[in-house]
C-alpha cells in the first residue's frame, strides 16, 4: 500500500467519522477526540472551534496563571484550561476557556472529562463569536447547574456575570470598576484589565490581594 492510499484512506476514515449516521455519545466523543483535539459535540455531532487570536490567548494565559495562584495558595481545588471537557448531557460536550473546582468536589474531576457542574466557568467571548453559538453555550452551562459563569465579551467590552440564586441565576453585566468572584475568594479584578493590551503583572495582582 503506498503513503498516498494510506493518508487518502486516513482522511476518509476522518471524514466518515465526522459524518457518522448516528449521533455520537459523549462516551464516543471522548474515546475518538483527544487532548490534540478542538473539537466540542453538539447534540451528538462533532463541532471543531476556530482557532483563537492572539489577543484571546494572552488574556487566556493572563486569567489562568492568576486565577491558579489564587487557588494554589489558598489550596482550594483545581483551576483547567480550555482542552478540558464537560459532561453537559449524553450529546453534549463543551470545552471552557477556565473552569475552577472546589476541594470538595474533585469527584467529579476524572481522567478525560469533568463529569458534573464546575463551581466556576469562564469564556472569552471574541469578536468573531456568533451570537447564538455564545447564547447556547451559556444556556449549557445554566442547564448544568455551574455556580458562577463569566461571559468575557471582548467585543462590547463587558463582562456578563451570572451566580446562581436558588433555581436561577441573577446576571450583571459589568462593564466598568470591579468585577468579583462569590465562589473563589479573592478573585477581584479591574474590568479594564479585561479589555486592556497592558495589564498588570500576575505576581502584582497577587500581592495586591494578600496572596
Known sequence: MTTATLELERAEEQISLLLCKEPMTFEQYLQT??????????????????????????????LLTLIHGIVEARQLGIVLGSRSAVRISNFRARLPDLLYVRAERMDIVRQLAIYGAPDLIMEIVSPHDRRSDVLQREADYRTLGVEEIWMIDRRRKVVRLLQRAGE???????????VESRVIPHLRLQVEWLFSHERPAVREVLRDLGL
Open 168 to 178: 436561577d441565576y441573577t446576571v450583571q453585566e459589568v462593564s466598568g470598576g470591579t
Open 33 to 62: 477526540f483527544g487532548e490534540d483535539d478542538d473539537y466540542e459535540l453538539i447534540d451528538g455531532v462533532p463541532v471543531e472551534r476556530m482557532s483563537a487570536q492572539l489577543d484571546h490567548e494572552r488574556l487566556y494565559v493572563w
